[in-house]
């Protein structure tokens, strides 16, 4: 993979966030390998995290397409929790509001995938003691401010 010290470097940060939430936001260009380190990284930190495991693609990645609205990530989010679709509130911040309910308390690892920015995920965060991987294209400084997250800024690999 030729992403060992990256690797390594996620793996620490979940490792000293064992209490607590915690935050880590892998940047970059498109096709650095954003998604396949986040993929690696929670394979490999999966057993710290005995509550379950949750991988979403949010599809902001691509300009030319509308990235996955918040109400919609969250209610896939919720279904995968067990929520029933018919069940899932109808607004986007009673839908966040059982989300972070649902994650409260809980050791889970959420992974979201191709955020445009940090508004497209900042409903998506949970407050909970588990860890939360990010992946963009964009710097998303406001989630660095908001949650003190960790940032990993993935450049071209040199072979």
């Known amino acids: 993979m030729g992403r060992e010290a990256e690797l390594a470097e996620g793996a620490a940060f979940s490792a000293a966030s064992s209490t607590g939430p915690s935050l880590l936001l892998l940047t970059g260009t498109g096709g650095v390998g954003k998604t396949v380190l986040a993929s690696r990284l929670a394979r490999d930190v999966a057993d710290e995290y005995p509550d379950g495991q949750l991988f979403i693609d949010l599809e902001g990645a691509e300009d030319s397409k509308d990235p996955l609205a918040p109400r919609e990530a969250l209610a896939r989010l919720l279904v995968a929790l067990g ?77």
Not at 88 to 97: E, F, G, I, L, Y
Not at 119 to 147: E, N
Request: glycine share 6%; aromatic share 4%.
């Open 83 to 159: 929520v029933a679709a018919d069940s899932v509130p109808p607004d986007t911040s009673a839908c966040a509001a059982l989300y972070r309910s649902m994650l409260a308390g809980r050791r889970m690892l959420v992974v979201l995938d191709n955020a445009r920015d940090s508004a497209h995920v900042s409903d998506l965060i949970a407050g909970s003691d588990g860890f939360t991987i990010v992946t963009s294209r964009d710097g998303l400084s406001a989630l660095v401010i908001r949650y003190q997250a960790h940032v990993v800024t993935l450049g071209p690999r040199v072979h």
